[in-house]
């Protein structure tokens, strides 16, 4: 007796075995989508900022906070560090109110994930031009048309706090839930330094962490919170993430 199956039997038994191994593994997950990808890195930013902070008060953050957090958590992919001021930026021909961010590069990172900014003319200030103080300044787009009108900004000088600055960038000014993170305009930090007495730590306004993957954020959130209540038992300091009320 021939035991051998007819070719079209086995087609049919190894459709069937296809599809009864489909059925049981299940199939495979789509790969995340460009806005689940954006969401997952926003919510592993992690920020650290005074509940007390105003124009008239001292920051409380500084540069000995910082290491001690970077140091402890090898979960945190990169950081960003914030100085803000409200005050006048004036051009030959107009003058605006804005907040200013003293910041180093990576904050445009933050600002792509968090808000959907882009760059529209010019570019950012880079690591040297931070640390060094740079004179020069990155615009929001409506502060830049407050300031110029339609005419080109880059390479134009503004005056802030008597400073002579000059324009490098200008950038969109993101969406509307992104207002957390976006200013009028972005400045290298150096230029907002340590004033007067130079030896004292370097003081911040706020910290931005930016952690590794999603599943550390709570771990790394909890880190941070002990190591500040540590060191600043007195201060209203909050640590928090788009992952926490608190």
Known sequence: MNTLLPVQAKRSISLLCAAIALACCGCPPA????EEQRQSATSRWITVESNSRDEESNPILDQDDLNRIVNALPTISTFVVE????GKIETEH???EATVCGTRPEYFQLLKEVARVELQQGRFFDTIEAAEGARIVVLSGSLAKKLFDEADPIDR???LERQELTVVGVVSDGVPWGTAVTRDAYVPLGLFGPGADQSAP???DRFRFHVKTLD???NTQ??????IERHHPDQDIRVHSSLSRH
């Open 31 to 34: 790969p995340p989508s460009q």
């Open 83 to 86: 100085r803000v001021k409200s």
């Open 94 to 96: 107009n003058v605006a």
């Open 157 to 159: 000088k503004v005056i």
């Open 202 to 204: 370097v003081p911040y």
């Open 216 to 218: 550390q954020v709570e």
């Open 222 to 227: 909890a880190i941070i919170r002990n190591i």
